[in-house]
Nanobody, 120 residues
Framework: QVQLVESGGGLVQPGGSLRLSCAAS????????MGWYRQSPGKQRELVAG???????NYAEAVQGRFTISRDSAKNTVYLQMNSLKPEDTAVYYC??????????????WGQGTQVTVSS
């Protein structure tokens, strides 16, 4: 049985940092394309950061230079390091694993999400 579990969300002040984790059971992340997505009220779910099996990364323009996606194969965990957080980053963040890059963000496996709130 495949399960993705996100953690690390919470309340943080503007300018602060958080690190989100996505731990997997039932699959090996190094065989999947990985992505972090977020959804805030009134907006569609959007890609935050993507990571291919080969290690290439892609970021939304809104988070470029502030967020970093990475993978620890030994722990079967992917991370999203978020720095210089802004109120606009407030959203529920979801982890996604896709067997092929073309399906990232669609089919595949999803976690339940973790809430990130950036507020003073």
């Amino acid at each position: 049985q495949v399960q993705l579990v996100e953690s690390g969300g919470g309340l943080v002040q503007p300018g602060g940092s958080l690190r989100l984790s996505c731990a997997a059971s039932g699959i090996s992340f190094n065989r999947y394309a990985m992505g972090w997505y977020r959804q805030s009220p009134g907006k569609q779910r959007e890609l935050v950061a993507g990571l291919t099996r080969g290690g290439s990364t892609n970021y939304a323009e809104a988070v470029q230079g502030r967020f970093t996606i990475s993978r620890d194969s030994a722990k079967n965990t992917v991370y999203l390091q978020m720095n210089s957080l802004k109120p606009e980053d407030t959203a529920v963040y979801y982890c996604n694993a896709a067997p092929i890059l073309a399906t990232l963000g669609g089919s595949g496996y999803w976690g339940q999400g973790t809430q990130v709130t950036v507020s003073s």
